[in-house]
């Protein structure tokens, strides 16, 4: 249903149509997607919880951690309810405002995902090649700021997102082949110019994934430097052992990033529109579901507090209240 609007065409609503071509397996798809959201979610709060509570856990690379955790809270359930609400009860409807908002919030802390791991990596060198500066450097203060940096720069850039998506006409209907309201999938659906909405979208993406690309690869690489210099192996391997995670994470979130950019420019009609959307969905559902299990297993401080809540244990502080 469509509504005039002075002169532009502007949808009611939108219909998300969930992931085109697999219509008659989406329950099947649902049940990934559920167990990642739920496993997501419980890691991510128990890791808000151990943050919270645990004194050891009171450093600026947990700081850090809790930042990731919390954007992805957010991020994954901007999209995943919505897409299982297509999948089970085929409830595809999703009015214009309402999608403009979905699109603000992924589109959003998914900058600031890739903006709080450029800042772990900003942690990582600092601990590693400044070790007996780090406390004084990355104070509370400091890492407060930096992480409300990070956020405004996500949400004054999106913000245009949203106000030139919403100035566009609408007369190509209003389908959208896809589980969420991203922003290129509702401009096409505009018989306006929509030329503007490319570029910035595309200097967005280089703005914030170029600009923390950078800093990681040069505090890594600057990291191995101190690394290698260092004469002992055991104390090269407990150096890196540190990075291992926070590496981890950033395979598990720019790897599903890296093939929907390029799958998208040189992919051409080779990949079926299927295939994107639901890389298009691991990218929002990964990192959330991987972040807690790897920090949980590679991280020692970590683990040893699950370990003792788990056994019971006076020393959790968390225990006693």
Same mark, same amino acid.
């Given at each position: 249903?469509?509504?005039?609007?002075?002169?532009?065409?502007?949808?009611?609503?939108?219909?998300?149509?969930?992931?085109?071509?697999?219509?008659?397996?989406?329950?099947?798809?649902? +049940?990934?997607?559920?167990?990642?959201?739920?496993? #997501?979610?419980?890691?991510?709060?128990?890791?808000?919880?151990?943050?919270?509570?645990?004194?050891?856990?009171?450093?600026?690379?947990?700081?850090?951690?809790?930042?990731?955790?919390? &954007?992805?809270?957010?991020?994954?359930?901007?999209?995943?309810?919505?897409?299982?609400?297509?999948?089970?009860?085929?409830?595809?409807?999703?009015? +214009?405002?309402?999608?403009?908002?979905?699109?603000?919030?992924?589109?959003?802390?998914?900058?600031?995902?890739?903006?709080?791991?450029?800042?772990?990596?900003?942690?990582?060198?600092?601990?590693?090649?400044?070790?007996?500066?780090?406390?004084?450097?990355?104070?509370? =203060?400091?890492?407060?700021?930096?992480?409300?940096?990070?956020?405004?720069?996500?949400?004054?850039?999106?913000? =245009?997102?949203?106000?030139?998506?919403?100035?566009?006409?609408?007369?190509?209907?209003?389908? !959208?082949?896809? &589980?969420?309201?991203?922003?290129?999938?509702?401009?096409?659906?505009?018989?306006?110019?929509?030329?503007?909405? #490319?570029?910035?979208?595309?200097?967005?993406?280089?703005?914030?994934?170029?600009?923390?690309?950078?800093?990681?690869?040069?505090?890594?690489?600057?990291?191995?430097?101190?690394?290698?210099?260092?004469?002992?192996?055991?104390?090269?391997?407990?150096?890196?052992?540190?990075?291992?995670?926070?590496?981890? #994470?950033?395979?598990?979130?720019?790897?599903?990033? +890296?093939?929907?950019?390029?799958?998208?420019?040189?992919?051409?009609?080779?990949?079926? =529109?299927?295939?994107?959307?639901?890389?298009?969905? !691991?990218?929002?559902?990964?990192? =959330?579901?991987m972040n807690p299990?790897?920090?949980?297993?590679?991280?020692?401080?970590?683990?040893?507090?699950?370990?003792?809540?788990?056994?019971?244990?006076?020393?959790?502080?968390?225990?006693?209240?």
């Amino acid at each position: 249903m469509l509504m005039l609007n002075k002169t532009n065409w502007i949808p009611a609503s939108f219909i998300l149509r969930g992931v085109p071509g697999l219509e008659d397996i989406h329950i099947w798809i649902s +049940f990934p997607f559920c167990s990642m959201y739920v496993v #997501a979610m419980v890691g991510n709060c128990g890791l808000l919880y151990l943050i919270h509570y645990e004194d050891s856990l009171h450093r600026p690379m947990y700081y850090f951690l809790a930042m990731l955790s919390l &954007t992805d809270i957010v991020m994954c359930s901007s999209t995943i309810p919505k897409a299982l609400c297509i999948f089970w009860f085929h409830l595809k409807e999703i009015g +214009f405002d309402e999608c403009l908002v979905q699109m603000f919030f992924i589109h959003t802390f998914t900058g600031m995902e890739s903006g709080v791991l450029m800042l772990m990596a900003l942690d990582r060198y600092v601990a590693i090649c400044y070790p007996l500066r780090y406390s004084t450097i990355l104070t509370n =203060p400091v890492i407060a700021k930096v992480g409300l940096a990070t956020f405004l720069r996500g949400v004054l850039l999106i913000i =245009p997102f949203t106000v030139l998506t919403k100035r566009l006409p609408y007369c190509r209907g209003n389908i !959208i082949p896809h &589980t969420y309201c991203d922003h290129m999938s509702v401009a096409k659906l505009s018989c306006g110019n929509i030329k503007a909405n #490319a570029i910035y979208g595309l200097m967005v993406a280089l703005l914030i994934g170029g600009f923390d690309i950078l800093c990681i690869t040069v505090s890594y690489t600057m990291i191995l430097l101190a690394v290698v210099s260092l004469s002992s192996a055991d104390a090269q391997q407990k150096a890196f052992g540190t990075c291992t995670a926070h590496i981890c #994470a950033i395979v598990f979130s720019y790897s599903p990033a +890296f093939f929907s950019f390029f799958s998208h420019r040189f992919g051409g009609h080779t990949i079926p =529109p299927s295939c994107h959307i639901i890389v298009a969905n !691991i990218y929002l559902l990964l990192p =959330p579901t991987m972040n807690p299990i790897v920090y949980g297993v590679k991280t020692k401080q970590i683990r040893d507090c699950v370990i003792r809540i788990l056994s019971g244990s006076k020393n959790v502080k968390s225990h006693g209240i």
